[in-house]
């Protein structure tokens, strides 16, 4: 008998409903930034539901979670049920048929009302063998697409259902990883594999609903299983002035600068870490004569004073001995760390020699790029760096050169450092420019290089049959909302977006499969001056932001004028997109 007074049993209910829907609303908010949904237990209280069309079979009958990877046995037919999902939102996720396993069926389950049963009413995104990226109306579920890909069917059980067949197959062999995206806003749903888009209705139902993972009777892997808000990502185009003040241009009379990045210190100071190298040896001395230098001010935006050269040439006994460019520098605990390219001249390397990008000499170099990291307690050093290369070229990284670093932290844990390097193949450029990303629990390494690019043309131009020497060129990634986003330069036609030759915005779920951003335009290569003057650019490019508290605070950037002999560096102050 319970002897409890019924007023404390009342309270006691009251309390276990309210923790139950504080975890709901826990895992709802780690829904909304992106987390993943199998981070936690499947049984954990607010997640995952179990739906079966047996009763009686308990979740551990069909699905295991380990290791962070969702197994699905098959049978019994069902479904996991996410309840936390608004009506609008980005969904994404990997799946994989096991190797060895039957290539059988399985979806996803999105804007699913009314009761649980074999099948409830929503849109499914098929993931069956052949038909990966089809669309589904289930139970009633309205949506729309061109006539030629569309059908309805009459199903003696589900009765009417409608069909949106995909675009393309960009599905990899059986046993490989392949990256689902999602993306629902308001009465149009599209659909991405590995990065390419497949599909796309319009006229869907707009409820809110519930994501759910199907068991179909063939065995099928899921993991990273992240849902979000469905925003249109960062506009530049409106976080950037229309108009410059004369301040955000740095220049040093005698100097290229490039390579710009902004840190603030623990002195309250904006510290400016770029390379420059002197004007008189020609532009292209970014590879042959490049020091890294440092300037400070106390507004992001500048103006900045130069205060000393913090990396400079140290001879050739070193494998950075005689140019050291590309400035990246993040703070880790109390310690900063600089991620920089470095290379090596020839025997008659000297301080005051020209050395024309025609010469073998220049070549020489250039082919000696490698990344090395530095390290200091203060951004204006004293700097430590190594004796050897952070990466180096070489199997799992690539040929002829590794340069360009960017470093960010990744929301789980570790580093993650993105660079560029040459495909296999003959030339000067290989089998073309690519970037790439490496991972590691240590700002200072070993990093492990995942095996496929950032950004293919090929692919993301599926009608594009040509060879690209740079699918992307330079590159600075970060997070924001709970997704990766990327600056990147685009200069080799046919071009990713309308706009030409311009820097970029991509975005990624996992900061792996990148595509253009809705908002792709960030920056043309022109600049509106305060005293009523526009500059064009032959260069612009360069990227980095300063982020604080999660937000872009300063785009930094390496310009050349047009006929320049002189490079310098525009900072450029962004809103948070509100306003003009």
């Known amino acids: 008998m319970n002897t409890q007074p019924r007023a404390i049993r009342t309270a006691i209910r009251a309390l276990a409903k309210l923790a139950a829907l504080a975890a709901q609303l826990t895992a709802a908010a780690q829904a909304g930034d992106g987390a993943d949904l199998l981070a936690r237990p499947l049984e954990a ?15 551990g009958d069909v699905w295991t979670l380990t290791n962070g990877v969702l197994s699905c046995r098959g049978t019994p ?12 939102f980005t969904l994404s996720l990997e799946w994989r048929r096991p190797a060895g396993a039957k290539p059988g069926k399985a979806g996803v389950l999105v804007r699913t009302t009314g009761p649980d049963r074999i099948w409830p009413r929503c849109l499914e995104a098929q993931l069956n063998a052949g038909q990966a990226g089809d669309f589904w109306g289930l139970g009633g579920f309205a949506l729309d697409g061109p006539a030629e890909r569309r059908k309805t069917v009459d199903h003696p059980e589900q009765g009417r259902l409608t069909n949106l067949a995909r675009t393309s197959d960009p599905e990899k062999a059986q046993g490989e990883w392949n990256l689902y995206e999602i993306e629902a806003r308001g009465g149009v749903v599209a659909l991405r594999i590995n990065g390419v888009e497949v ?29 979000g808000a469905a925003d249109d990502g960062p506009d530049f185009a409106r976080r950037i002035p229309q108009v410059l003040p004369p301040t955000a241009a740095f220049r040093q009379e005698g100097w290229c600068l490039w390579d710009p990045c902004v840190v603030r210190g623990d002195d309250g100071l904006f510290h400016l870490l770029y390379s420059r190298w002197p004007a008189a040896l020609g532009f292209d001395a970014w590879c042959t004569h490049a020091e890294i230098a440092w300037a400070t001010a106390t507004n992001a935006a500048g103006p900045y004073a130069f205060r000393s050269v913090v990396l400079p040439s140290r001879g050739a006994a070193f494998w950075d001995g005689h140019s050291v460019y590309n400035t990246c520098v993040i703070r880790v605990g109390p310690k900063y760390h600089l991620y920089y390219t470095g290379n090596r001249g020839t025997a008659d390397w000297a301080p005051d020699r020209r050395i024309p990008v025609s010469s073998e000499a220049w070549w020489t170099q250039r082919n000696a790029q490698r990344i090395g990291v530095a390290t200091a307690d203060q951004p204006g050093g004293p700097w430590v760096r190594s004796d050897r290369p952070l990466i180096d070229v070489g199997p799992g990284f690539g040929q002829g050169i590794v340069a360009v670093p960017n470093v960010a932290a990744k929301p789980g844990g570790g580093f993650r450092l993105y660079y560029k390097t040459l495909a296999e193949g003959p030339g000067r450029f290989g089998g073309g420019v690519f970037h790439y990303g490496a991972d590691s629990d240590s700002p200072l390494g070993p990093f492990v290089r995942h095996p496929e690019p950032m950004v293919d043309k090929n692919r993301l131009l599926g009608d594009a049959t040509q060879r690209f020497n740079f699918h992307i060129d330079d590159h600075f990634e970060w997070m924001e909302n709970g997704r990766w986003y990327a600056i990147v330069k685009d200069h080799d036609a046919p071009f990713l977006t309308p706009h030409g030759r311009s820097l970029l915005l991509f975005e990624s779920p996992d900061g792996r499969a990148w595509r ?13 001056w305060a005293d009523g003057t526009r500059q064009e650019f032959e260069r612009l490019e360069m990227p980095k932001l300063l982020v604080e508290d999660g937000r872009p605070r300063l785009l930094s950037l390496a310009a050349k004028a047009r006929g320049a002999t002189e490079s310098f560096l525009v900072l450029i102050p962004l809103s948070d997109g509100q306003e003009r």
Do not use: M, Q
């Open 45 to 59: 209280e607010g997640g995952w539901k179990h739906v079966s069309e047996v009763a009686g079979t308990k979740l």
């Open 77 to 88: 037919r069902g479904y996991l049920s996410w309840d936390a999902a608004p009506a609008d």
């Open 199 to 227: 599909n796309r209705a319009a006229g869907c139902d707009t409820n809110a609903g519930r994501i759910c993972l199907t068991a179909e009777g063939d065995p099928i892997e899921f993991r990273h299983v992240r849902l």
């Open 516 to 528: 253009p951003s809705r908002h792709a335009l960030v920056k043309d290569f022109t600049i509106a």
